[in-house]
């Protein structure tokens, strides 16, 4: 058995760097230092996995050859009038620098799964920036931090212990020197290890967030409750925010997707920059794909906006709520997609799933997923981070090189391959 060593995990946005994969006769055998997280992904990579390329013919996937399902995705995707592509975060930034080329070649959108998790969040940075650092400065120096609406336990496992309350700093060495200040609309596995849970009122966060504001500002809160909390607590946490060194507020999707939704965020940051005015507070949001990040930062590169791109004008256009994808989707207007390590099928409104059925999609996907289900083409891919390598973003912006550690299936290639083969299909279909 071997063991490859400083492996870094495909799974969520923290990427933790330090794994140690155990390898006997090609196969993964076993996870060191990973979370349940990993260890699940790892032991089970080759489960659900497509081994063929399939198109479908008289209303069955078929297997194919991947010359003739690279011809017919480019088929599908050059002759339609709006073609729509989604997914992104699963994959590699070199994936996604070639997506967005082939998207704007055939004059579609193209749009990543902030669309339903962090858009709001993108919206609200985009008023006034938001105020952030990297993880390892967190991991140093922050002696105060807040969870808002996010439950990293559960989703993000390491989160806690390799850059925050358990982490070992070099300034904060352990958990005592450190304050955890849970805000959730339930007692989270998260919210059993905080020194301060603060129970909020489901949708209510505005108004906590205002409530804050004004606490920390040093005027007086007229009502006795705000958001189901208290006064005296209330004005406790804004205490407890002011006199800390180094604080720090990770928010979740529980703030995005609620009430309020990009004004939440808005006010997150406002709240941050008065808490500035007396001590030093950054901010993150809890990214939850590995590649999120990466998937905003090469769309803004390439594009100068994060998420829903629009290239049928010519010219990339940004309108998140006519430009998204879900809602070119609810209101049937897309007549073509390809999707990339994503399985919208499975948690897109009921509509545009309805839609996405009734339109070609080309899937680009290592695994059986219930988009496969309705796709027309289907190109199985390598994984990244385990049967390829390449870059991906962490939370905090920390670009990343994620090392392969065993070889694919036969056949198998990475998407980057499979998608610049479509894109210069398209462009050979156009004699250029
Ligand atoms: S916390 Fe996330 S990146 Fe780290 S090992 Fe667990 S799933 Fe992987």
């Excluded at 500002?217 to 607590?233: M, N, P, S, T, W």
């Excluded at 309108?319 to 919208?344: F, K, Q, Y």
């Excluded at 083409?377 to 962490?394: D, F, H, K, S």
């Amino acid at each position: 058995m071997s063991e490859v060593r400083d492996v870094v995990c495909p799974f969520c946005g923290c990427l933790c760097d330090d794994l140690v994969i155990l390898v006997e006769e090609g196969k993964i055998a076993g996870v060191k230092n990973g979370c349940a997280l990993s260890i699940t992904k790892y032991l089970n990579y080759n489960r659900e996995r497509i081994s063929k390329p399939m198109v479908r013919k008289n209303g069955e996937l078929e297997e194919t050859s991947l010359e003739e399902a690279v011809n017919r995705a480019a088929e599908l995707l050059a002759n339609a009038d709006y073609p729509v592509s989604y997914g992104w975060s699963n994959t590699s930034c070199e994936a996604i620098a070639t997506g967005i080329e082939l998207m704007e070649e055939v004059g579609g959108v193209i749009d990543n799964t902030s669309v339903v998790c962090h858009g709001p969040s993108v919206l609200g940075v985009h008023e006034v920036g938001h105020p952030t650092c990297t993880l390892g400065e967190i991991k140093n120096r922050a002696d105060l931090i807040i969870y808002w609406a996010s439950n990293p336990l559960q989703s993000h496992p390491r989160h806690l212990s390799r850059y925050t309350v358990m982490a070992r700093g070099k300034f904060r060495k352990s958990r005592d020197e450190r304050t955890l200040i849970v805000v959730d609309v339930r007692k989270t596995y998260t919210a059993r290890v905080a020194d301060y849970f603060i129970q909020i009122q489901p949708g209510k966060d505005y108004e906590l967030l205002s409530a804050l504001r004004t606490a920390v500002r040093g005027e007086e809160l007229e009502q006795e409750e705000v958001a189901g909390v208290k006064r005296e607590h209330i004005e406790e946490v804004a205490d407890l925010l002011i006199s800390c060194e180094f604080g720090v507020l990770f928010w979740g999707v529980g703030l995005t997707m609620t009430g309020g939704k990009y004004r939440n965020i808005d006010l997150a940051i406002s709240l941050v920059r008065d808490l500035n005015a007396y001590t030093k507070f950054v901010m993150m949001p809890m990214r939850g794909h590995y590649n999120v990040v990466g998937a905003n930062a090469v769309f803004t590169w390439q594009t100068g906006y994060p998420y829903a791109v629009d290239f049928s004008h010519g010219y990339p256009r940004y309108n998140p709520g006519e430009t998204s994808v879900t809602d070119i989707l609810v209101r049937g207007e897309a007549d073509a997609a390809l999707i990339v390590a994503s399985d919208p099928a499975s948690n897109f409104p009921r509509k545009a799933v309805e839609h996405l059925s009734r339109i070609p999609v080309v899937l680009i996907d290592p695994r059986w997923t219930s988009t496969t289900d309705i796709a027309e083409v289907v190109i199985p891919t390598a994984m990244l981070g385990i049967e390829v390598e390449g870059t991906a973003y962490r939370m905090d912006g920390v670009p990343i090189h994620m090392k392969k550690v065993i070889n694919p299936p036969d056949g198998l290639k990475p998407d980057v391959e499979i998608l610049r083969m479509i894109l210069d299909r398209i462009r050979a279909m156009r004699g250029g």
